[in-house]
């Protein structure tokens, strides 16, 4: 039975390669392209036609985005359902367009889980 060896990998968020960690390049000028409190890059995009910052490729971490994603547009939706509650003008189709929002995060939650 072979042992399988794990590999930390990140995605360019330029060009959207996935990239072993240890090909990553140095980032350049990392305190002008970074915000606290974001995530933090693993490294450079190595291409020399990109140069993006990439960030590790972890299909648990983009469940848990998609799905906080998902439970925040519920609770937009629901904070919009009691504030429209008695006015009789409302526009369904506001309603439709955030049930739309909250069935696409779910749809990419469950296809990123599932893709790992």
Do not use: F, W
């Amino acid at each position: 039975m072979s042992k399988q060896i794990e590999v930390d990998t990140s995605i360019c968020d330029g060009c959207g390669q996935v990239y072993q960690d240890d090909d990553l390049a140095e980032i350049k000028d990392y305190h002008s392209r970074t915000e606290p409190g974001y995530m933090i890059p693993s490294g450079e995009c190595p291409d020399e036609n990109c140069g993006a910052l990439c960030y590790p490729d972890n299909a648990h971490t983009r469940a848990v985005s998609a799905a906080q994603t998902s439970l925040d547009t519920l609770k937009n939706i629901m904070g919009l359902a009691t504030y429209k509650k008695g006015i009789d003008h409302a526009d369904p189709a506001d309603m439709r367009n955030d049930l739309e929002a909250i069935k696409d995060a779910a749809a990419l939650a469950i296809k990123t889980a599932e893709s790992r």
